[in-house]
């Protein structure tokens, strides 16, 4: 692994430059430890937000082990890999999933996407150039941890939102990225998602346990800091996991039950403090 500093739109937009034309948002969805619910979270946020009136993409950034059209249940005959290699055009590419939204999918087991070469981090921002105007929001859905392709999917975005479980070891992970994210991609802000969440306040007390440890052992390289920002909990619910058992979207599942309601509660607290500017 390479010690060089990637150069991303992230990093540009620290130099002063725009990171991308146009209106869109790009959040990265991503976490520390894996299997922690990013692919059922970005599925069900960008359904919430479609519902709430934007234009969302979700980008399945998990290159060499993507799974998004399963939760989805769709089966593409064209994906990302065949926009990069030039077989197909981005238009091709570019589903509807059932929640309305649109999806960008990648095919799964692909040794070669595992790693970060030159030509993927090229055809991935190609495409990302093309997209981001086109949509209000962009949601990243990311490998987990901090392989250099999943940073670098995390560094074409503007915001960051981090799923974590109350698991120790998923919060342990959560507090080494997110250090990452400051260290190497001077990130000052990271928002965060507690998921299968199983007491009230359990987002809240680990938002600030995080925080403390942040503080006290991070220090980086401009003094900023990083700040933690609680965007909500999801709470464990036998619904999520038959839902993506019946391969359906869980507002389409159990539109009612505990998890859904608090996806959507959470798609209100983002447009609020991000999006309420780009309503199409
Ligand atoms: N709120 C929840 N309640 C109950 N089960 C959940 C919840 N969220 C996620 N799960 C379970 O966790 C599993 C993994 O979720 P998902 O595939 O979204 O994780 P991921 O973070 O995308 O994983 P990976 O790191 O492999 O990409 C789901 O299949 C589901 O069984
Ligand atoms: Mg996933």
């Not at 430890?33 to 692919?39: E, H, L, S």
């Not at 359904?47 to 769709?74: E, F, Q």
């Not at 074409?156 to 698991?167: G, Y």
């Amino acid at each position: 692994m390479t010690s060089t500093p990637i150069q991303t739109p992230h990093a540009a937009a620290h130099a002063g430059l725009p990171a991308y034309s146009g209106k869109g948002l790009v959040m990265a969805v991503t976490s520390g430890k894996g299997g922690v619910g990013k692919t059922f979270f970005s599925a069900n946020l960008a359904a919430a937000l479609t519902r709430r009136g934007h234009k969302v993409l979700v980008l399945d950034a998990d290159l060499g082990l993507a799974n998004l059209d399963v939760v989805l249940n769709l089966y593409p005959k064209i994906t990302l890999h065949d926009v990069f290699t030039g077989k197909a055009t981005l238009d091709d590419a570019i589903l509807k999933a059932p929640g309305g939204f649109s999806v960008l999918l990648a095919g799964s087991g692909m040794v070669e996407y595992s790693r970060l070469t030159p030509e993927v981090r090229e055809d991935f921002m190609k495409v990302m150039q093309t997209i981001v105007p086109r949509f209000d929001v962009v949601l990243l859905d990311t490998g987990a941890g901090i392989s250099d392709v999943v940073l670098f999917a995390v560094s074409l975005a503007s915001e960051v939102l981090m799923v974590a479980t109350p698991e120790p070891t998923s919060l342990t992970d959560a507090y080494a990225t997110i250090k990452v994210l400051a260290m190497q991609q001077g990130r000052q802000q990271v928002r965060l998602v507690v998921n299968q969440a199983t007491r009230p306040g359990d987002g809240r007390n680990i938002t600030g346990q995080l925080q403390q440890v942040l503080n006290r052992f991070l220090s980086t390289q401009n003094g900023a800091g990083m700040k933690l920002v609680h965007m909500g909990d999801v709470p464990a619910d036998q619904s999520v996991k038959d839902a993506i058992m019946r391969r359906q979207l869980l507002l389409v599942h159990a539109p009612g039950c505990p998890a859904a309601l608090a996806v959507g509660q959470i798609a209100g607290r983002l447009e609020d403090a991000v999006l309420g500017h780009t309503l199409s």
